[in-house]
């Protein structure tokens, strides 16, 4: 039911550690937010690679055999929400290919923007694609590369790309990271005694007890080996653009990203939406789980007590039992309970509102169980435009920040009030990085020139929103 911009991928490798492909496999179940549909795991042992990948969830994805069937001391992970590409085996993460240059895997979390162009150039020149993501463009670029080393071929591909990567290669004897220079997808460097670890997000070191060391810099290459860690810096900088989405909606509020805990971020949301838009009302009930940090930071600053007014059903879905149509909220994923929402004004905070759907719904779910006003509020500003760099987003036309005013969305939701964190405050909350992140989808100003082709997304001029 959940009317929510989609994740995009997770990312994780180790270096150093007999248990390489355990560890990974944990490292992805903790990532399992960034992509649902499908996870891979590729292992070295020095001599040899070995893969394994599948459709689904990482828990059904792998099997204790095929976690025996990937020995070595390093490995990379990716669980995959598809940005770019469809969603089929072939398009599973990590890609594992031999060329000239030996065996090489890669998982990527972002978006490529001259992956097409790339893609044309490199088909015209004679290269076959097996996959229709844009991340396979990096092995052929590397594939074709000239250069005498690895690390050297590596380099020169990468610097063709445009848009946004977090990267984690693999090749049987080294572990290789390397971010955007913009930084738009976290990538953070950690330690779990003598091995090293990559990841997306610090939840990952957390689950296996590795110590978060720093952030891969953007536009950084890490290269791990046997001969330690070599950090360079081979691309000339660019503009910072982190994605300020990680901090309102992707990232798990236990994660840092971008050098900032996300539950801190988010909680200071609420708190500043509660000073640009009070509500008077009796209670702040958040929609789970999105909105508790922020209901969380509303609720202090306004001194209302906060509740969990809704309840969230983990087991929606699981059922093989169809019913009737006239079972009006079967497969819906959250319940009302009466006695905290009967006769109150509630304030009912979330993260965003995509297209209202689902907005709608709860709100009217939050007033037939009693409740007397419902005042929405909204912790980040109006989406009115499409991402273009690893976020799977509706076109402008489906955004209902782009095509109706606060007061339309207002009255299509049937909420008595509803206000949205102010560009300024999203700005203020993420600190004194302020200039470094990407707005994209608030402001329709965007960091880098995205493909001709996605202009049909942009077609739809902005309604004025008031
Ligand atoms: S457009 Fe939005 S979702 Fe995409 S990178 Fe920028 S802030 Fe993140």
């Known amino acids: 039911m959940y009317d929510k911009f989609k994740d995009e991928c997770g990312v994780f490798g180790i270096f150093g550690n007999p248990e390489a492909a355990n560890l990974t496999y944990l490292g992805l179940y903790a990532l399992q937010h960034r992509g649902q549909e499908s996870a891979g795991i590729v292992s070295a042992d020095g001599e040899k690679m070995h893969a394994s990948r599948a459709m689904g969830h990482v828990a059904d994805a792998f099997t204790e055999a095929s976690l025996l069937s990937l020995p070595g001391h390093l490995a990379i992970g990716h669980t995959r929400y598809s940005t770019a590409g469809e969603s089929r085996l072939e398009n599973a993460q990590p890609f594992l290919i031999e060329c000239a240059h030996g065996q090489i895997a890669i998982g990527h979390n972002g978006n490529l923007v001259n992956a097409r162009e790339l893609r044309d150039e490199l088909v015209q020149g004679g290269s076959i694609f097996a996959t229709s993501s844009d991340t396979e463009v990096v092995l052929h670029l590397y594939a074709r590369s000239k250069k005498p080393s690895v690390e050297e071929a590596l380099v020169e591909s990468i610097a063709q790309l445009q848009g946004a990567y977090?990267?984690?290669?693999?090749?049987?004897?080294?572990?290789?990271?390397?971010?955007?220079?913009?930084?738009?997808?976290?990538?953070?460097?950690?330690?779990?005694?003598?091995?090293?670890?990559?990841?997306?997000?610090?939840?990952?070191?957390?689950?296996?007890?590795?110590t978060y060391v720093r952030d891969v810099e953007p536009g950084e290459v890490l290269i791990i080996s046997e001969g330690g860690v070599r950090s360079i810096q081979p691309f000339p900088p660019l503009p910072l653009a982190h994605c300020v989405f990680e901090h309102v909606y992707f990232a798990r509020p236990d994660s840092y990203v971008f050098g900032r805990s996300v539950n801190e971020v988010r909680t200071e949301f609420g708190k500043i939406l509660a000073r640009e838009a009070p509500a008077d009302a009796d209670v702040v009930v958040p929609i789970p789980d999105s909105g508790v940090c922020a209901a969380i930071g509303f609720a202090e600053e306004a001194h209302l007590p906060i509740q969990m007014g809704l309840i969230r059903n983990h087991y929606v879905g699981r059922t093989f039992i169809q019913p009737q149509q006239s079972i009006r909220h079967f497969g819906v994923k959250l319940n009302p309970v009466r006695s905290?929402?009967?006769?109150?004004?509630?304030?009912?905070?979330?993260?965003?509102?995509?297209?209202?759907?689902?907005?709608?719904?709860?709100?009217?779910?939050?007033?037939?169980?009693?409740a007397r006003e419902v005042h929405l509020r909204i912790s980040c500003p109006p989406t009115i435009s499409p991402c273009f760099y690893g976020v799977d987003t509706p076109s402008r036309a489906e955004l209902i920040g782009a095509t109706h005013t606060i007061d339309e969305i207002r009255k299509h939701v049937e909420a008595d009030s509803l206000a949205y964190l102010s560009l300024d405050g999203l700005r203020s909350a993420v600190g004194t990085q302020q200039n470094s992140y990407c707005t994209s989808c608030y402001t329709g100003v965007y960091p880098v020139a995205f493909p001709r082709d996605e202009h049909a997304y942009l077609q739809l001029a902005l309604k004025a929103v008031d």
């Open 340 to 370: 905290i929402l009967e006769g109150k004004r509630v304030v009912l905070v979330d993260d965003s509102i995509v297209r209202g759907t689902t907005s709608r719904k709860i709100v009217t779910m939050i007033k037939a169980a009693g």
């Open 166 to 210: 977090s990267l984690v290669l693999l090749t049987k004897n080294r572990l290789i990271a390397a971010r955007d220079p913009h930084g738009f997808r976290p990538l953070a460097l950690g330690t779990l005694g003598d091995s090293w670890i990559v990841c997306s997000e610090t939840c990952a070191m957390d689950l296996i007890g590795a």
